[in-house]
C-alpha cells in the first residue's frame, strides 16, 4: 500500500512537485500572482493583509505562510516582499528557514526597483526551480509519510450519518498504518466536546480540546455574537441539522476513533504522528488552509449541500453522502459515499474505497477541485486591522 | 406509503428520513433490530427528523444517543417534523466537562 511521492532535504515526502511564489503581504500579491502566471509549474497564494495587523495576526500570518513554504508539496519558495510592511521578508524568510531547508529566494519590490524588474528577477528564480524539481525523482513511499488533512463545509444530515463515518474510518486506517490525520473546526465539536474529548490519549489533551471549545464561545461573546445564532448555516438547516450539538455530533465522526495525541494552535505544525486536532474556525477555507500550512500533503473535504472548494498547494478530495448533491454536481465532487445511506456498502467498505481513491491521488491522479485549478486561500484573523 | 428512516442508537427519540416525506406516510426504521413504525403527521423533506416519542416543552431531543438540543414548542406529538423550527440549541457546562 505505497505512493509515488518526491523526498524533500528536509525528510518529509511530497505528492506534489511546485515552485511557491509567495507574498510577504497584499502589497507584493499581485506581483506574485505575475511571476507565477509567467511559469509553467510555479502557482502563487494570495495574501490580503500582512501589515497592519495586531501581534496576533503577525503571528498567524507567518505562522501559515511559512507553513506554505514548508508544506512537502512545494520544491521551493520564491518569496516576494515590498519593503515596509509590517510581515517583513526577513522575518518571513527567518520562519521559513526554521520550518525547511528546501530552495528559497527572496525580491523585495521597494530594493529591486519596482515591480517589472522584480518579476524579471523572480521569473527568472522561479524558471530554475521549475527545472531542479523537474529532476526529483519520484520514489515509493509507505502511507506512515501521510498527513491527511479532514474537513467538512456545507454540511446536511447525510454528513454525519455517511460522509463523515466514511473519513472516520480513513483516518483510523492511516494511523493504523502509522501515518497521521488532523481534524480541524472547532466551532463544529461544541456539543460534542465530550464525546471528542474521551478520545484524548491524556487528562491534558482532554482539558485542551474542552479549552478550545470554551475560549472559541468566550471569544464570539466578546464581540456580542453567540456562536449558535451563527450555526447551523442557513443551509444546513434545510439540510436537516437543527442545532449546533446536531452539526457537531455528526462532524466529530470525521476523525475517526484512534487516541488523539496532539491539538495544535490554528496553522502550526505537529510534533506528534497520529490522530491529531486543529484549533481553526468553522469556516471552512480559513480550516483547510490552516492544516496545508501545518504540513498536509492530502485533504478530504465532506460535504452534503455540495462545494467547490480546492486548494492550490494540497488536492482537495470532495466526498459526499448526499447521492442526489453527487449527482447534481459531479464536475465538483470526486466520491459518493451516499451508497451507505442506501444499504449498498457499509461504512467500513466504503472506507476502504475512499482509501484507495486518496492513495490514486497520492500517486498522482487529479481531483476534480485541482483540475480547475482552484486556488481558495483564507486566513483567520484575532480582530480588527490597525 | 411506507418510508424508510435511521435510527442511530436505541435511545434516540428522533429518526432520519431517507426519502420525502409527505403526511400520513408510514415512516420504517429499526430499533435494536426490530421493526418499528410511526405516522408521519406532516409532510417533511428526505434526511430530516422525524419524533418517535410524544415530546413537551423542554424535553431533551436524543440523536447519535446524545443530547442534541431542547424541544421549544410545548409538544410534538410521535410523528412530528422535528427542526430548527421547534428544537433549540443548549447552552454548554465546559467547567463540568472538564
Sequence with gaps: ?386 | MSKNAIMLRPIDNVVTVVADVVKGDTITYLKDGEQCTVTALEDMPAFHKIAVADLKKGDHIIKYGQIIGGLSVDEAKKGTWISHRNIISLPRNYEDEL
Excluded: W
Excluded at chain 1, 140 to 148: A, G, H, N, R, T
Excluded at chain 1, 281 to 290: H, K, M, N
Excluded at chain 1, 298 to 324: C, D, H, M, Q
Design chain 1, 1 to 386: 500500500m505505497n505512493f509515488y511521492g518526491y523526498k524533500r532535504p528536509d525528510g518529509r515526502v511530497g505528492i506534489r512537485n511546485k515552485v511557491l511564489i509567495l507574498p510577504t503581504c497584499v502589497c507584493s500579491a499581485e506581483t506574485c500572482r505575475k511571476v507565477a502566471s509567467q511559469v509553467e509549474g510555479a502557482i502563487y497564494v494570495n495574501n490580503d493583509a500582512g501589515c497592519s495587523e495586531v501581534e496576533q495576526n503577525l503571528k498567524i500570518c507567518y505562522d501559515m505562510y511559512s507553513g506554505f513554504a514548508a508544506n512537502p508539496n512545494i520544491y521551493g519558495t520564491v518569496l516576494i516582499g515590498l519593503g515596509c510592511e509590517g510581515c517583513t521578508p526577513e522575518n518571513m524568510k527567518n520562519e521559513i528557514l526554521k520550518k525547511t531547508n528546501k530552495p528559497l529566494e527572496v525580491f523585495v519590490i521597494q530594493e529591486e526597483g519596482g515591480t517589472t524588474n522584480t518579476i524579471n528577477k523572480a521569473v527568472h528564480a522561479a524558471r530554475k526551480m521549475v527545472q531542479e524539481a523537474s529532476l526529483v525523482p519520484r520514489e515509493e513511499f509507505p502511507v506512515s509519510e501521510l498527513f491527511l488533512g479532514i474537513e467538512c463545509g456545507g454540511s446536511d444530515a447525510t454528513s454525519g450519518l455517511a460522509a463523515n463515518p466514511v473519513v472516520g474510518k480513513v483516518s483510523d486506517m492511516i494511523v493504523d498504518m502509522g501515518g497521521s490525520a488532523v481534524m480541524s473546526e472547532t466551532t463544529e465539536f461544541i456539543g460534542a466536546e465530550h464525546v471528542l474529548a474521551k478520545r484524548a490519549a491524556t487528562p491534558e489533551i482532554k482539558k485542551q480540546i474542552i479549552g478550545i471549545c470554551k475560549a472559541l464561545e468566550e471569544h464570539l461573546a466578546n464581540v456580542n455574537q453567540n456562536l449558535r445564532t451563527g450555526q447551523p448555516t442557513p443551509g444546513n438547516k434545510e439540510g436537516g441539522i437543527s442545532t449546533i450539538e446536531e452539526k457537531s455530533l455528526g462532524c466529530i465522526y470525521k476523525g475517526g476513533s484512534r487516541p488523539i495525541v496532539e491539538v495544535l494552535d490554528y496553522a502550526q505544525m505537529p510534533t506528534k504522528k497520529g490522530a491529531l486536532i486543529m484549533d481553526t474556525p468553522g469556516f471552512d477555507v480559513a480550516s483547510v488552509t490552516a492544516m496545508v500550512a501545518g504540513g498536509c500533503q492530502v485533504i478530504i473535504f465532506t460535504t452534503g449541500r455540495g462545494t467547490p472548494t480546492g486548494n492550490i498547494i494540497a488536492p482537495v478530495i470532495k466526498v459526499t453522502g448526499n447521492n442526489k448533491t453527487y449527482e447534481r454536481m459531479t464536475d465538483n465532487i470526486d466520491f459518493n459515499a451516499g451508497v451507505v445511506i442506501d444499504g449498498k456498502m457499509t461504512i467500513d467498505e466504503c472506507g476502504e474505497k475512499l482509501f484507495e481513491e486518496m492513495m490514486e491521488v497520492c500517486r498522482g491522479k487529479v481531483t476534480k477541485a485541482e483540475a480547475y485549478g482552484f486556488n481558495e486561500c483564507s486566513m483567520q484573523r484575532i480582530c480588527k486591522f490597525i
